[in-house]
């Protein structure tokens, strides 16, 4: 490890004795941001993250001023899908921490505070915690209209410190059709309400493969898993999006399909964010 990389990680870690509220009156860690959108899923692999970096560019791309935070701690894959897995932090002339930028959005990830893309976090939850504080507090993100945060999976402690620590607008759950097996986004459901944070809907991914040579839809996931849910929590169903090869490429080559793909493709994400906005709970820039 370099030196500057070492003095890089020693900044991040920095105590600052921070406090900590309560999830029903939350500390505002980003006044700067109008609107905050979590997305989490009860396990991973489900298409969370790529979820998370198409809605923000869909935002991005109606000319929101967008923000996108990487909380999956333990699993950061958003620097990739942007392409800016090679940056490394770096602070401005106020001391603050630079964000990397890609397709008209900033973005910050704790991937980008280790030596190299593959280095492994090996943090206690609680070093984990302030890091995202700091990741909240330490960087620049100048004022947005929306700030977009990648949650890990699950029901864990970044979970429960988002909630104290952040006020957020609305949070997107991403499940998959599996009908039997929703024991675990059922707890995420029930994490975000007993924190009260409002649900802004429910999206499901990995919704079907049609065969590109016959045409043949394959239900290889199950089918109704999403709308089942929505229906049963009385959230919003914000849409399918079918398993498609481009959405995996795209997302290996640093390129949301949100921005590059066909109409088609880019009409799951921009319903979702349609679905997001007619919940009245997010503030409209003035663009
Ligand atoms: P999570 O954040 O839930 O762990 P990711 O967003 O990292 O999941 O997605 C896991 C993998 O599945 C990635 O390789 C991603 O490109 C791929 N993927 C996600 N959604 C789709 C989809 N609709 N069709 C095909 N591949 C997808």
Known sequence: ???????????????????????????????????????????????????????????AQRDWKVGLLDADVYGPSVPRMLQVDDERLTWNEQERIVCAENFGMKVMSVGMTTPTPDTPLVWRAS????????????????ELDLLVVDMPPGTGDTQLTMAQ??????????????????????????????????????VENLSGFVAPDTGQRYAIFGEG??????EQYKLPFLGEIPIDMAVRQSSDAGTPIAVSGTAAQKAWYERIADGLLATGRFVQPKL
Request: cysteine-free; charged content about 20%.
């Open 1 to 59: 490890m370099s030196d500057a990389d070492e003095l890089a990680r020693r900044k991040l870690l920095e105590s600052k004795g921070r406090s900590f509220g309560s999830s029903a009156s939350p500390n505002d860690r980003a006044p700067w941001a109008k609107n905050i959108l979590i997305v989490t899923s009860g396990k991973g692999g489900v298409g969370k993250s790529t979820v998370a970096v198409n809605v923000a560019s869909v935002f």
């Open 127 to 142: 070093v984990a915690t302030s890091a995202l504080i700091q990741l909240l507090e330490d960087v620049d993100w100048g």
């Open 225 to 230: 898993g999403g709308k089942l849910l929505a």
């Open 165 to 202: 620590e952040l006020r957020v607008t609305a949070a997107l759950v991403v499940t998959t059709p599996q009908v039997i097996s929703t024991d675990d986004v059922r707890r995420a459901i029930k994490m975000l309400q007993d924190v009260h944070i409002p649900i802004g809907g429910i």
